[in-house]
């Protein structure tokens, strides 16, 4: 009979110089799920991905230390097993084609993967054997007979209460997922157990002790409230017999490994798992969607406290895109792939859109019209607008970084003293504190997973800026007047310094456009970092190094305004630049 340990195994003791610090900054890994390789992907995988891929390109810009991005492919299960034989092919033929699928949308949108694991590579299967084993050496893994209601599509068991009655496709009655819709059947089969009951105090001490594991807040809640019922043991294995397609428990021939065990160490085997993960574990962010929640903030965590290992240091929770109010279905047809985005809005106009638009507490509609909406207003028009009117020649003929003028712009405490003090109004200088303060903003939200905050905060700036430019009129003024030749390089400067900061902070999540705005203001790769990003600096009294310096080359429109038939290959242009060239 099984007996229960004396005691539950205590996570291991960080070692000097891991992923806590190092001389060259704090490491961290990001990572998206590893994306199930039943099917093509859609905009929901490539949305996490860009999540990541953001926060990777933010931190790397902030130099705060070593990062990586890790994503790759969950290629065993009954669902696999199910599809090969569907489409007349091996399980392993099939991962092999979706994997390259995959592989190429995550390059057309730009995502900067440093890892893509597979796992039925041979260094992740050495990896779950060994986890396994730890599990086994610690006590809690036991056999015994499990039955329930198990959703093929979800690869998991579901209790009663999230089950729903239905009728199938011949009207009989039926149960389904309540989350998924899929249906499920009833299954009996002797499995080995994972004591997940006796991690209840574990994980709730976890989450006390770390309010910021799991965001947003919404969802640490959701997880709290998961952990004030009963946790049932977990069946860790399925019958040979019934799968075949995953790895075989060590020393048992008869079981193969469950499916989400196997994918969750992919998280470890991606960093040398036994040997080489401490250089970086447990300084890890996951990024995933809503639907595998439990699986990664209860099974995941518990998992790792068995086999004497910490929890990740974040999960980062989103919701999902439907597509004008339903569920994206290839039933339905409106599964909307990621190529044909990129074709359709260019690579930056798609990752504006889903990270603009994508709010992690809430689901998010998906349409062509809103696409067009936002990204021409945003990207083509008030920012792409403001960098031509500001460097048109007709009003710049120099092309060079305009000067500012302190005696036009003097500073000022308050915005209430600006009257008669020089040139420029309350407005002006409500427009400079926003400015002065959108890097600082922006970071906080970039660290609390709310990019899409972030990219509000800046849209709002541009369309400050362009009420400055346009309030002033500076095409209007006289250049052979001395005073007003001072008056009109000062609001070009401050409009250039606006662009320069705007672009700067974009980088994480338009990198071609924000490239092309700052190769046009003549900012080098050495002053694009977020570290110390200064803004306006003659306002202060101090020097600016741009202040003189010739303009980079006229380029052409930086964003061309979406639904002209001229720019399609423009963009299929765009879609096809090396990425890395931005990094």
Not at 117 to 141: C, D, K, M, N, Y
Request: one cysteine or more; proline letters at 7%; charged letters at 20%.
């Amino acid at each position: 009979m099984w007996r229960p340990p004396r005691r539950l195994p205590r996570p291991l003791r960080r070692a000097t110089g891991t992923a806590t610090g190092t001389a060259t900054g704090r490491r961290l890994l990001l990572s998206t799920p590893i994306f199930y390789a039943n099917g093509p992907p859609h905009i929901g995988h490539l949305y996490s991905a860009l999540l990541a891929d953001a926060l990777l390109r933010h931190r790397r810009l902030s130099a705060t230390g070593p990062a990586r991005l890790c994503t790759g492919m969950d290629e065993h299960g009954l669902k696999i097993q199910q599809a090969a034989a569907a489409a007349g092919t091996s399980p392993a033929e099939l991962c092999e084609r979706i994997s390259g699928l995959f592989r190429q949308a995550l390059s057309q949108a730009g995502v900067s993967y440093t890892d893509f694991i597979r796992t039925s590579e041979p260094r992740h299967q050495r990896a779950v054997r060994h986890f396994w084993g730890a599990l086994g050496h610690a006590g809690l893994l036991y056999k015994g007979s499990y039955e329930g209601w198990y959703c093929t599509a979800e690869e998991s068991f579901l209790p009663e209460s999230q089950l729903a009655e239905r009728t199938d496709s011949q009207g009989r009655p039926c149960k389904v997922s309540l989350e998924s819709g899929h249906q499920v059947h009833w299954t009996k089969e002797e499995n080995y157990m994972f004591r997940l009951s006796a991690f209840r105090d574990p994980l709730q001490n976890w989450l006390r002790d770390n309010p910021r594991a799991i965001c947003p807040d919404p969802f640490h809640q959701c997880v709290l409230r998961w952990l004030d019922e009963d946790l049932p043991d977990l069946s860790v294995s399925r019958e040979r017999g019934r799968l075949h397609w995953g790895i075989p428990v060590p020393g048992d021939p008869s079981q193969t490994i469950y499916v989400w065990v196997d994918a969750l160490v992919n998280y470890l085997s991606v960093l040398g798992y036994p040997e080489s993960h401490g250089a970086w574990w447990p300084a890890v962010h996951h990024v995933v969607g809503k639907d595998i929640l439990k699986f990664h903030a209860l099974y995941w965590p518990a998992l790792l406290l068995a086999a004497g290992l910490e929890p990740p240091e974040r999960i980062l929770v989103h919701s999902h895109w439907t597509v004008r109010g339903q569920k994206m279905s290839k039933s339905l047809g409106n599964v909307v792939e990621p190529g044909v985005c990129v074709g359709q809005y260019g690579v930056d106009g798609f990752r504006y859109f889903l990270l603009r638009q994508g709010v992690p507490e809430r689901d998010c509609d998906y349409y062509d019209e809103k696409v067009l909406k936002l990204v021409n207003s945003e990207l083509a028009d008030a920012l792409g607008g403001l960098l031509n009117r500001s460097t048109a020649p007709s009003i710049n003929p120099s092309n060079t970084y305009p000067r500012f003028s302190e005696a036009c712009f003097p500073k000022v405490l308050d915005c209430r003293e600006a009257k008669g003090t020089g040139r420029a109004c309350a407005e002006d200088y409500e427009l400079v504190a926003a400015v002065a303060s959108l890097p600082a903003q922006v970071d906080g939200y970039f660290q609390g997973f709310q990019i899409y905050k972030a990219l509000e905060c800046i849209a709002q700036c541009v369309r400050q800026t362009n009420g400055f430019f346009q309030r002033h009129r500076p095409w209007k003024l006289d250049r052979g007047d001395a005073g007003e030749q001072l008056w009109l390089d000062t609001i070009l400067h401050v409009t250039v310094e606006c662009l320069r900061v705007f672009g700067t902070l974009l980088q994480p999540v338009v990198p071609h456009v924000a490239d092309k705005l700052l190769s046009r203001l003549a900012v080098g790769p050495a002053e694009r970092g977020l570290s110390g990003l200064a803004f306006l600096a003659r306002y202060d009294g101090k020097p600016c190094p741009f202040e003189g310096r010739q303009l980079g080359p006229d380029t052409g429109i930086l964003f061309h305004r979406l639904g002209k038939s001229e720019t399609v290959k423009k963009r299929k242009q765009e879609a096809q630049v090396p990425d890395k060239q931005l990094l």
